[in-house]
């Protein structure tokens, strides 16, 4: 099967800042956007930032300004550039691919931000 494997996370402090990447092991056909989403202990997940096969994007409000979506289209992979961190901004994040078929999740990488 296709899968996304993220990798990137880590232990920053408050202020510091991380870059996640997302690759797939295979083809993904159809792809309409590819994601960041974010889960924390206890809360629902959520979206993080979002790019299109157009190149549009958009961010949840809390990062805006400080996270930044972006694809490499001759290598696939996809990257959250995350600055400025905050401890809020600790959770699970997870790509995902929306294609026309269906949608494809990795596994998850854990970003924790100390105060």
């Known amino acids: 099967q296709v899968q996304l494997v993220e990798s990137g996370g880590g232990l920053v402090q408050a202020g510091g800042s991380l870059r996640l990447s997302c690759a797939a092991s295979?083809?993904?056909?159809?792809?309409?956007?590819m994601g960041w989403y974010r889960q924390a202990p206890g809360k629902q997940r959520e979206l993080v930032a979002r790019?299109?096969?157009?190149?549009?994007?958009n961010y949840a409000d809390s990062v805006k300004g400080r996270f930044t979506i972006s694809r490499d289209n001759a290598k696939n992979p996809v990257y959250l550039q995350m600055n400025s961190l905050k401890p809020a901004d600790t959770a699970v994040y997870y790509c995902?691919?929306?294609?026309?078929?269906?949608?494809?999740w990795g596994q998850g990488t854990q970003v924790t931000v100390s105060s």
């Open positions: 790019i299109t096969s157009s190149s549009s994007t």
């Open positions: 995902a691919a929306h294609s026309i078929y269906r949608d494809f």
């Open positions: 295979g083809t993904i056909f159809g792809i309409n956007a």
